[in-house]
């Protein structure tokens, strides 16, 4: 669910690296994943989504990995570049119906060079 | 994607002022939009949904006579902040969905407010 009023974590790697991004959910209706980046002062960004009837899909430089046994979902980012500083966000929704957003906490990425 | 553009990016009031932020969905219609806010280095909290022609739904603990919402069309919802004070100031966030596209939200780049 919504982590309100938590400060973020944080995940520092080098230029080159490859970065993996968790996190976690509650609901076991969630069956629709998506994660988002939201670089400095701007609105979050669609990366990539994933549904509950795959466990892995891929995307340019990305992976988005879900385990539902144990509620898991995360981003895998290949050759990180400091162009992927940012926060990312995981997002999930229960059914198929149109819904409000349940953010998960969100994880502050930076690249050094 | 899909195109959200929120209006103004950064805006500064004095305390007792109100201030109206805009959300429209440029290239394609949205039933719904969603509004946050964010402090620094915090997740999204959603403020309340936004429906066309029918009264947003608010979040518990926000109260509706402060953050007015409008959705007066299927491309824009508005947010009005009434009698801003300092502890409003915020980063404001809006979201829509296109309605090919269930689930994924589009994002407004969001608007900082600061009141004085």
């Known amino acids: 669910g919504e982590s309100v009023g938590l400060h973020l974590p944080t995940l520092s790697v080098q230029e080159g690296d490859n970065s993996i991004i968790n996190c976690a959910y509650s609901n076991s209706a969630s069956d629709y994943f998506i994660w988002y980046k939201q670089e400095s002062g701007k609105g979050p960004q669609f990366i990539i989504d994933i549904r509950s009837n795959m466990d892995k899909r891929q995307g340019q430089r990305v992976t988005v990995l879900l385990n539902k046994t144990v509620k898991h979902l995360s981003l895998q980012i290949a050759a990180t570049q400091p162009g992927d500083s940012a926060v990312y966000f995981c997002y999930f929704a229960g059914g198929t119906s149109y819904g409000k957003l349940t953010f998960g906490q969100g994880t502050i990425l930076t690249v050094h060079p | 994607g899909a195109v959200v553009s929120q209006h103004p990016s950064w805006v500064i009031c004095k305390s007792g002022t109100s201030v109206k932020i805009e959300c429209r969905s440029l290239?394609?219609?949205?039933?719904?939009m969603f509004w946050y806010r964010q402090f620094p280095k915090q997740s999204l909290m959603l403020m309340a949904t936004s429906n066309e022609g029918s009264k947003a739904t608010y979040e518990q603990g926000v109260e509706k006579d402060k953050f007015l919402i409008n959705h007066a069309s299927l491309t824009l919802s508005t947010l009005t902040v009434t009698s801003a004070h300092p502890e409003d100031s915020s980063f404001y966030i809006c979201?829509?969905?296109?309605?090919?596209?269930?689930?994924?939200?589009?994002f407004g780049a969001g608007t900082r407010l600061s009141v004085l």
């Open positions: 290239d394609f219609q949205a039933t719904t």
């Open positions: 979201s829509a969905g296109d309605l090919l596209a269930k689930n994924i939200q589009y």
